[in-house]
């Protein structure tokens, strides 16, 4: 397809009429995705991560998405190489567990990688 654009507004917003009839309409983010989110390139251990999500709520703060950085995986000798991240066991020990807390606490969560 090619889509090709005048020289006013108007033919623009008649190539992505054109356009979203092909491709269909933009999807919307939902909500949580404007919130807050954060992330810290530290090697947190599952304890410490649980407390620094106290600590959001305990100061007040809006959270909505809580992300490990890339230190939640095992790079020594370059393990991670090849994109088989095994996680370093005596930093989170239970991640069902940790995935559980998050669910609990309404927070959203990714790894940063």
């Known amino acids: 397809?090619?889509?090709?654009?005048?020289?006013?507004?108007?033919?623009?917003?008649?190539?992505?009429?054109?356009?979203?009839?092909?491709?269909?309409?933009?999807?919307?983010?939902?909500?949580?995705?404007?919130?807050?989110?954060?992330?810290?390139?530290?090697?947190?251990?599952?304890?410490?991560?649980?407390?620094e999500v106290e600590r959001w709520g305990t100061d007040n703060l809006p959270?909505?998405?809580?992300?490990?950085?890339m230190n939640w995986r095992n790079t020594t000798d370059n393990q991670d190489q090849y994109y088989d991240h095994p996680a370093v066991p005596n930093l989170f020990s239970n991640f069902t567990a940790w995935f559980e807390y998050l669910r609990g606490k309404g927070l959203r969560t990714y790894f940063n990688d």
């Not at 090619?2 to 507004?9: A, S």
């Not at 623009?12 to 309409?25: I, L, S, T, Y």
């Open 63 to 69: 959270i909505d998405i809580w992300a490990l950085d």
């Open 1 to 51: 397809y090619i889509f090709l654009l005048g020289d006013d507004l108007d033919s623009w917003h008649d190539a992505r009429r054109e356009f979203v009839k092909v491709a269909g309409p933009t999807p919307v983010l939902p909500d949580y995705a404007f919130g807050t989110w954060f992330t810290w390139w530290h090697s947190y251990t599952q304890d410490e991560a649980v407390s």
